[in-house]
């Protein structure tokens, strides 16, 4: 089975981050978000994966080439003006070949079985099976209603809750026979959520909806990016950290997250669940608590940081504070930095 991985978006409500880099390449504890995504495939068994790129697609083929270095068969497929989540999966019909395809989001982590997913759509032999979550609050997102069987039924978008009959929503994932390409237009902006699964239970055809057991979430905002960090750090996933990244804890029981070269001067003071990348250096007496500081930014003496994202090559200056909710473009300054 081959896998197409949806990542040609531009990532504007992860901006200002997605400005230097797209959302695929964004670090989560120094390694490349989509790395997570390739080490799933991997363990179950998915050797190949098309990537359905657009925005800054040369960085992505610079970052991954041909997959060799992932133990995977990566190739391309290029996107002249954006086609929508359905055009994509399109795009790449010539690559993922006349077996079953799996088509991931590039911006979800998860960590489901791929096999559990493969053998419910196969028993219950349809075109197209969904995966799902389940969600705190449903209100937020589009709802998958489902029967007893597992056949889905309804569609229904960021209801009221008077309307919520189940809390779960689309995960991103999805499991097509060849036959669903001939449903999709070519070479015209077309959308999978509001178009193609919509219409094709509308037309009688029979889809799955599997509810995925496992960790689930999507990193498209600054506070889901903090989140996944956070998770992460404390355990809260499967995933270990990469080879890039040493955790440690300190007295106070604070988790960091460490990439190599980071210099943590005296007195300095972490909490709650820190990540440091390449090359970050501390100020004496800063106080950072469930934050992310990415590559080569400078925290100065005596700043506070809390529940924020810091960017690459930031300078972040004596005394200084940042708050929750906090994203702070890479290679910015704030505060008073001369001394640092």
Not at 54 to 78: H, I, N, Q
Request: aromatic share 8%.
């Amino acid at each position: 089975m081959k896998a197409a991985i949806l990542i040609g978006g531009q990532g504007t409500r992860l901006r200002p981050f997605t400005l230097e880099s797209p959302k695929p390449l964004l670090p989560v504890l120094n390694r490349p978000f989509l790395e997570y995504q390739f080490r799933v495939l991997k363990a179950h068994g998915v050797r190949e994966a098309v990537l359905c790129v657009s925005y800054r697609a040369e960085d992505c083929k610079r970052a991954f080439g041909d997959g060799r270095r992932l133990g995977l068969k990566v190739s391309y497929v290029r996107e002249s003006l954006p086609l929508g989540t359905g055009g994509a999966v399109k795009n790449a019909e010539r690559l993922l070949g006349r077996g079953t395809a799996l088509i991931l989001n590039g911006d979800v982590l998860n960590a489901f079985d791929i096999r559990a997913f493969l053998r419910f759509h196969r028993a219950k032999r349809v075109e197209i099976s969904i995966a799902l979550t389940r969600v705190k609050d449903p209100t937020l997102y589009g709802l998958v209603l489902t029967d007893m069987e597992g056949y889905v039924r309804r569609f229904l978008e960021k209801p009221s809750w008077d309307e919520v009959e189940s809390n779960t929503i689309n995960a991103g994932a999805y499991l097509f026979e060849p036959s669903v390409f001939s449903h999709i237009p070519a070479g015209k902006t077309y959308s999978l959520e509001r178009g193609l699964f919509p219409e094709r239970l509308a037309a009688g055809a029979k889809l799955g909806g599997w509810v995925a057991p496992g960790y689930w979430i999507d990193i498209g905002t600054v506070e889901k990016y903090l989140q996944v960090h956070l998770d992460l750090i404390e355990g809260r996933t499967p995933f270990a950290p990469g080879p890039g990244a040493k955790l440690l804890r300190n007295a106070e029981g604070a988790k960091v997250s460490a990439g190599p070269g980071v210099k943590v001067a005296p007195f300095a003071r972490f909490s709650g669940a820190v990540s440091l990348g390449r090359g970050v250096r501390i100020g004496k007496g800063a106080q950072l608590s469930d934050c992310v500081v990415l590559d080569g930014a400078e925290i100065g003496d005596g700043a506070r940081l809390e529940r924020c994202i810091v960017g690459a090559r930031a300078r972040v200056g004596t005394h200084a504070t940042l708050g929750p909710g906090t994203a702070l473009a890479g290679g910015s300054r704030v505060g008073d930095y001369s001394q640092l």
